[in-house]
């Protein structure tokens, strides 16, 4: 049977008038639950429809990876954005009564666009945790109660608002939300002195699948160990985190040096290599690699740039350098002496002269299409394999690595302590991204497939029993969940991201969420009887 255009026209708008009409219904459903069950009345101001000229902007105002912003990406009914903390608590209670898939987000950085975008399953909302973003400093006390939709920088402003003698060790890239972060882990530039952003943490507000506001009394030591690195999303709503604070010295010392494949890089960071977990537990240098033009026009070369933080004067850190790693040739005109609140813009990549206050902003300085994954090291990789390793590199527009090093703290503290499992024996831990700027299918496809590439070459230079991941790197490529996902079927990519801990994930999972409701693409899976 032939169909004429005026058929499908009507066919067409029949669909787009039944979808419509569902959305709204979804919508109000909700409304009117949350109404019955908030103790707080809610503004219309915190809902954002479909229909709602302002939708893309709100979905995509911190969405990090525009794979994930695509037309054909299945998009939230509808955006929700608590004012309260009560509102999350009426979300999670009225998302369940109604059986409506919830996804939430503090940051929008997840690499998978896990928690705004879901194609596991729909239809599903939105929960954004933009408006709770206090942040209350306790400088006598050490510590900060810090709710989930505040940025990292925002954080750090803060503390150093109270204190220049007080930081918290946590993530590099200052627009990072900080409910989902320290839930992967949260490593920065002060993890070889104080371990990550997870190891520091004493407390924690989360709702659960019952919409119970737990604290770490009330939720008991089994769960506040699971969310500490175990993942964002699995386990309920993390609304607020009590940090540790950590003692920075007044003055710290940044430096950048850059070294390209004719200044003899292969030969340095082979020594890095080497040397990079046994520097000064005070001493964080990490390598920035990517392709640069060269003089010569048409031509690119290799650059690492070694991007470090050290937590005291520039001529302590020329002695520990001229010590421990000569080979970079650190000269006193590379250092940099600066305040820890303005050495976080530097690590961040901010110009010269901006104010802290930039942090206040809590923007990104990226958007755009990317694909990373992560490896971790623990046997120096030889000079042969990082010729080959650059000449792949080349073959690409634009890829970075980043090289982060171990050591120090974190190879002090248990496999087990927390969740995140990558501690002694690491060397360093790899990101490999590559990012582009049209979103075709042919480019995305070409990209994608570099990555793979490059991420298979590299196999023979990484432990592979299991290979190891870093969780808040999201790799859907290491497997995914259907909607009742299997122990072993999330265990290929449950064990690179956590190792022996994830069984005791499981089991967590398996209590307090039984019915698996806080669910996504690589959530942790309960266990069915």
């Known amino acids: 049977m032939a169909f004429s255009s005026t058929m499908i026209l009507l066919l067409l708008l029949v ?14 459903n909700f409304m009117q639950c949350l109404d019955a069950n908030s103790e707080h009345p809610i503004p219309i101001s915190a809902f954002c429809s479909q229909t709602n000229s302002s939708f893309t902007s709100v979905l995509n105002s911190t969405a990090q990876n525009l794979r994930y912003l695509m037309p054909l990406v299945p998009k939230p009914e509808f955006i929700f954005i608590p004012v309260y ?51 209350n400093v306790d400088i006598d006390d050490n510590s900060a109660w810090v709710q989930a939709g505040a940025t990292v920088g925002e954080v750090y402003y803060r503390i150093s608002e109270k204190s220049k003698t007080h930081g918290f060790p946590a993530g590099l890239c200052s627009s990072l939300g900080i409910g989902g972060h320290i839930t992967g882990g949260a490593y920065g530039s002060m993890m070889r002195k104080y371990g990550l952003g997870a190891d520091n943490v004493l407390d924690a507000r989360i709702v659960d699948v019952n919409g119970e506001i737990l604290d770490r009394a009330a939720m008991g030591e089994d769960l506040f160990w699971a969310i500490r690195g175990g993942g964002g999303a699995s386990f309920g709503v993390i609304i607020a ?15 950048t040096v850059p070294k390209t494949l004719e200044q003899g890089a292969t030969k340095i960071l082979y020594r890095w290599q080497q040397v990079a977990d046994k520097l000064d537990d005070d ?61 976080v813009l530097y690590i961040a990549g901010f110009p010269s002269e901006t104010p802290p206050e930039v942090l206040l902003e ?29 000449e792949m590199l080349l073959e690409e527009e634009s890829p970075l690595m980043i090289w982060n090093p171990y050591g120090g703290m974190m190879a002090n503290i248990s496999d087990s302590a927390i969740p995140f499992p990558h501690r002694k024996g690491n060397l360093f831990k790899i990101q490999y991204v590559t990012s582009w700027y049209e979103g075709s299918k042919d480019a995305t496809r070409k990209h994608m497939d570099w ?11 990484v432990p592979t029993s299991p290979r190891a991941a870093y969780v808040n790197y999201r790799d859907l490529d290491l497997g995914m969940n259907h909607k009742n996902a299997s122990f072993t079927e999330a265990s290929v990519w449950g064990a690179m991201y956590f190792k022996g ?5 499981v089991k967590i999972k398996s209590q307090v969420d039984p019915g698996n409701f806080f669910r996504h693409e690589q959530s942790i899976p309960v266990v069915l009887e």
Request: overall charge positive.
């Open 241 to 255: 985190w009590k940090i540790k604070l950590v003692a920075v010295p007044e003055t710290v010392t940044v430096f």
């Open 451 to 461: 990555i793979k590439g490059l991420y298979d070459y590299m196999s023979a230079y």
């Open 15 to 28: 669909l787009l008038s039944a979808f419509s009409a569902t959305s709204n219904s979804v919508q109000e």
């Open 501 to 505: 801990n994830f069984r005791r994930l």
């Open 85 to 135: 903390e009560s509102h999350v608590k009426s979300a999670v209670i009225c998302a369940r009564k109604l059986a409506i898939h919830l996804r939430f987000r503090s940051g929008g950085h997840d690499y998978e666009g896990l928690s705004y975008a879901s194609e596991m399953e729909t239809p599903f909302i939105l929960l954004d945790l933009i408006q709770l973003r206090s942040i």
């Open 362 to 390: 809590g923007k990104s300085l990226f958007k755009n299409y990317f694909k990373a994954k992560s490896d971790f090291v623990q046997q120096p990789i030889p000079e042969t394999a990082l010729e080959r390793l650059w």
């Open 283 to 343: 001493l964080f240098i990490r390598v920035v690699i990517q392709v640069t033009k060269t003089s010569q026009k048409g031509k690119r070369t290799v650059t690492t740039a070694y991007n470090a933080l050290y937590l005291g004067d520039a001529e302590r850190l020329l002695q520990v350098m001229d010590q421990s790693f000569p080979e970079l040739g650190l000269a006193r005109k590379d250092c940099i002496e600066t305040s820890w609140i303005k050495s």
